[in-house]
């Protein structure tokens, strides 16, 4: 199949691109401004399939609305026409094209042609109305509120926020990906004379920008977003995705003494937390219990032994961990327990533990294995 792809090097292109491309799809005919009018009329020869993505935002003079959004459009159909070539095309529109201003009568206008040609060619229009589209490689300062804040939010911009209680319509480009493979082979979703994509976000405006914030934020109280709620889930992704090359990295605390360390790696509202432990050789850590808390150890470099006592037993109960079997060692409640490094070597044991640390209410008590 051979598909053409006009506005190639837009934002929701080249994420389609690379997901057509993961799903094996390589014949791929790409159109954008860099190409001339001849490169357009050979693709309409050949094209199997047309997802029409190109378009005007942004102009410096109202008039190029109508010629990128509706002129384009015309263009790509009579070349379809004239080389009676009746495949499927796909058109990005947008919810503006319901409104009365220069951009969404351009849309509009887009809309109408493709519905009629259509009707006159035995064709079956694929037009979305897009909302607000977020997602990574989306252009910061440009047309979408959700890639400027992430961009300026994640590299120490200012934002302006006009209004935070706006209600804006989100829809997440895998999400709108998706959706138009779908429609590529023969399944999109069509509501009435338009499709549409099935999950759609109204979130106010206000709440993108301080989930944003606690994204950045995250780093210094390495609390992890509620990844539960799929909004926070994509938008988080979207936020990593505007770090600068520079940044991916930031530092933890390590609480260090002469026994080795203690580091917290990730906290989560209702997960518990992750931390990493080293113990020196012959260090022995613990010797203490909890009556709500449990936990998980897993030795990852180093050998060592954990002991169990019930509180109110004599019994010892020992586990021997290393590095050569990775195995989960659950820390019942109840029973005191402390980590012994056997070998010669650190020994790096990753800890879970069920609840955040909380140095108010603890849930430590010490008494010797």
């Not at 979408?144 to 590299?155: K, L």
């Not at 889930?233 to 090359?245: I, N, R």
Request: glycine letters at 6%.
């Amino acid at each position: 199949m051979k598909i053409l792809i006009t506005g190639s090097n837009g934002f929701i292109a080249k994420n389609l691109i690379a997901e057509l491309q993961n799903r094996n799809y390589n014949d791929l005919l790409l159109y954008n401004r860099d190409n001339d009018l001849d490169d357009l009329n050979d693709y309409c020869k050949e094209a199997d399939f047309v997802f029409h993505l190109a378009g005007i935002n942004r102009p410096d003079d109202e008039s190029e609305f109508m010629e990128g959004n509706y002129g384009l459009t015309s263009l790509l159909l009579d070349r379809l026409k004239e080389n009676n070539n009746n495949c499927p095309v796909l058109v990005t529109s947008s919810t503006q094209a319901e409104l009365d201003n220069p951009y969404g009568k351009s849309k509009k206008a887009g809309e109408d042609l493709l519905f009629e040609y259509g009707r006159n060619n035995d064709v079956q229009p694929l037009i979305y109305r897009l909302p607000n589209v977020f997602g990574k490689w989306c252009k910061p300062n440009y047309n979408s509120a959700v890639a400027t804040f992430c961009h300026n939010i994640a590299n120490g911009e200012p934002i302006k926020v006009n209004d935070s209680s706006v209600v804006l319509k989100l829809v997440y480009i895998d999400d709108v990906i998706n959706e138009f493979v779908n429609a590529l082979e023969g399944n999109p979703n069509k509501v009435d004379d338009f499709c549409e994509i099935s999950t759609i976000y109204n979130v106010k405006l206000g709440k993108v920008v301080d989930l944003i914030q606690e994204f950045k934020t995250s780093r210094d109280n390495r609390l992890i977003p509620n990844m539960l709620d799929e909004f926070t889930k994509k938008l988080y992704s979207t936020y990593l995705s505007y770090l600068d090359t520079n940044n991916f990295s930031y530092p933890l605390q390590k609480h260090e003494d002469d026994r080795g360390s203690f580091t917290e790696f990730i906290r989560t509202i209702d997960r518990g937390q992750v931390s990493v432990n080293v113990s020196k050789p012959g260090i022995t850590k613990g010797d203490h219990w909890h009556h709500t808390k449990n936990e998980k150890f897993l030795v990852v470099s180093g050998k060592g032994v954990i002991r169990f006592r019930k509180i109110d037993s004599k019994e010892v109960i020992e586990y021997f961990v290393s590095e050569d079997k990775f195995e989960v060692i659950d820390i019942p409640v109840g029973y005191t327990h402390n980590i012994e490094n056997l070998g010669d070597k650190d020994m790096i044991t990753i800890m879970w533990a069920n609840e955040l640390f909380d140095p108010q209410r603890p849930d430590t008590y010490y008494l010797e294995v």
